[in-house]
């Protein structure tokens, strides 16, 4: 399968910080990605996505940066509250592909 | 639905028995996709179907796993023989058509003992 990696599998962020989770792709031929988040005992919700026509896209209080030069994805969410604790998977579609490939996922902790 | 369905959400079997899962995706959705995630890992890429063809089996892990997909709604996973190392969250998505982002069920936590 294709190679989807994420630098920290764990991060722990105050509350009311910054958030940023990084993520490795390796195939240039990707052209969209795709945040997803995990909460215990339930399916991925997306969260949002990003082709790769563009470099940056913001929703509320999340953005996704795409620096294509170096394959590399990041998701920063602002002002993180204890809700934002779960596990966030990056996803990639190669141009030619019809299925997501997913990463392991980076947990992150919120400490109130 | 309003969104994706599975059934059961758990599953406790004994080792050589067959087990079957189910999925009923998004109306209207045309492109279902199973995957399984073990404890602690991420997402592995099961079967894919756009209508009730499978273009894409590639990542089913043995003979012993199987899919269908009828009318091209509801998709049964079925597992024969179960073993220990199949024991993970199986999960379907659908989207309305392929490429596009997925909404993913709650999963079937299945425990083989």
């Known amino acids: 399968g294709e190679s989807v990696g994420l630098h920290l599998p764990t991060l722990s962020v105050q509350e009311g910080d910054n958030s940023i989770i990084n993520c490795a792709y390796s195939?240039?031929?990707?052209?969209?990605f795709i945040w997803y988040k995990q909460e215990s005992g339930k399916g991925p919700q997306f969260i949002i996505d990003?082709?790769?026509?563009?470099d940056k896209r913001q929703g509320q209080r999340v953005t996704v940066l795409l620096n294509k030069t170096v394959k590399h994805l990041s998701l920063q969410i602002a002002a993180t509250q204890p809700g934002d604790s779960a596990v966030y998977f990056c996803?990639?579609?190669?141009?030619?592909?019809?299925?997501?490939?997913f990463g392991t996922g980076t947990s992150l902790t919120v400490i109130p | 639905g309003a969104g994706v369905s599975q059934s059961p959400s758990n599953k406790v079997t004994e080792k050589g028995k067959d087990v079957e899962l189910r999925c009923d995706p998004i109306?209207?959705?045309?492109?279902l996709y199973w995957y399984r995630q073990s404890l602690g890992q991420g997402l592995e890429f099961l079967i894919y179907?756009?209508?009730?063809?499978?273009?894409?089996k590639s990542g089913l892990p043995s003979d012993r796993f199987s899919a269908e997909r009828t009318g091209g709604s509801v998709s049964t996973l079925t597992i024969q023989r179960t073993q220990q190392e199949d024991s993970a969250v199986y999960l379907c998505?659908?989207?309305?058509?392929?490429?596009?982002?997925?909404?993913f069920g709650s999963g079937t936590r299945l425990t083989v003992v």
């Open positions: 195939n240039s031929a990707s052209d969209y």
């Open positions: 990003i082709r790769s026509n563009m």
């Open positions: 998505a659908s989207s309305r058509r392929t490429g596009d982002g997925y909404t």
């Open positions: 179907f756009q209508g009730n063809s499978a273009p894409d």
């Open positions: 996803a990639e579609l190669l141009n030619t592909g019809n299925q997501f490939y």
């Open positions: 109306s209207g959705h045309t492109a």
